[in-house]
């Protein structure tokens, strides 16, 4: 028989990609997922899968290169923001349509934050991506989304690993993937870093181009909105800091069944275009996380 479980996926930037390597590997070792609940990226991978579009989205995914990712980010003069993040959910709608979450073949829930008030804002209703926009708005980053009133902000600000939004059943085991774990990252063997060295030089072409982009968009901004500009650095490490601590938190108290750890030094929140690296490194620490688990049955 399937093991059912309750699956909860952690914010994280790019690196919840790898949430897609946990979910497959769930699934190959027998796993049957009867619920999930997510912030940030762990809202869109786990809102897309209870669509039933993972694979197309993978697929999607995978085909993007850093030029493709630099293409879908649209720009915008804004103190609340430098991304309006409407682009890419607009691409993706070409491939996977919005649905109802109340029509997602499983519980789905995703954690947004009211940042006016303070709130967390629990969406189980309504548009699937409402739900993704308002719950991928990093702070500082994406300018939030307006909806129904309210000013919403990436969940991962009040609830960064959702493990008491997610629906249980009496007989499910709670699995948990964290995308920002403070443990170790196994450097690769020579082949691997000779890669990552040709990847490096790559990158810094790529940059001087990112550069010249960058220098016209910040010409671009009015005095008034270039000084806030300094203090993005430092917000993002603060947020993420304050992550991290309310992971712990969550994670202590939940208690889950199998704890999935991806290292928070393995990849950065916006290497999306490494997307087959994090797949794989998603499936490589679930089939850890799960031998270990099941030794102990």
């Known amino acids: 028989?399937?093991?059912?479980?309750?699956?909860?996926?952690?914010?994280?930037g790019a690196r919840g990609i790898a949430h897609i390597g946990a979910i497959e590997e769930l699934e190959s070792r027998g796993y049957e997922i009867r619920a999930i609940s997510g912030t940030s990226m762990g809202a869109l991978v786990g809102g897309i899968y209870a669509e039933g579009g993972l694979a197309l989205y993978k697929e999607w995914m995978l085909t993007l290169d850093r030029m493709d990712v630099f293409s879908l980010v649209d720009f915008t003069i804004s103190g609340r923001g430098l991304v309006k993040g409407e682009k890419v959910l607009q691409e993706m709608k070409k491939i996977i349509p919005d649905t109802c979450i109340e029509d997602l073949r499983i519980p789905y829930a995703a954690i947004a934050t009211d940042i006016i008030n303070g709130k967390e804002i629990v969406f189980e209703t309504g548009s699937l991506y409402d739900a993704i926009r308002a719950s991928v708005s990093?702070?500082?980053?994406?300018?939030?989304?307006?909806?129904?009133?309210?000013?919403?902000?990436?969940?991962?600000?009040?609830?960064?690993?959702?493990?008491?939004?997610?629906?249980?059943?009496?007989?499910?085991?709670?699995?948990?993937?964290?995308?920002?774990?403070?443990i170790p990252y196994k450097k690769k063997g020579k082949a691997q870093e000779k890669k990552e060295e040709n990847q490096l030089i790559e990158d810094k072409r790529f940059s001087k181009y990112v550069h010249l982009l960058t220098h016209k968009f910040n010409s671009m901004i009015p005095k008034n909105e270039k000084d806030k500009l300094g203090y993005f650095n430092l917000l993002n490490k603060t947020s993420n800091l304050m992550a991290h601590q309310l992971s712990q938190m969550s994670i202590e108290k939940g208690k889950p069944d199998v704890l999935i750890n991806v290292p928070h030094e393995s990849f950065g929140v916006f290497d999306f275009y490494k997307a087959a690296e994090l797949v794989q490194l998603g499936r490589e620490q679930t089939r850890q996380a799960l031998d270990a688990f099941e030794r102990k049955e």
Not at 4 to 12: D, E, H, K, P
Not at 141 to 162: H, I, K, R, W
């Open 138 to 182: 990093i702070p500082t980053v994406f300018t939030p989304f307006e909806y129904q009133g309210l000013t919403l902000v990436d969940g991962g600000v009040v609830n960064p690993v959702p493990i008491n939004r997610v629906k249980r059943s009496p007989d499910d085991l709670l699995v948990v993937v964290d995308v920002n774990a403070a």
């Open 1 to 12: 028989m399937k093991k059912r479980i309750a699956l909860v996926l952690s914010s994280g």
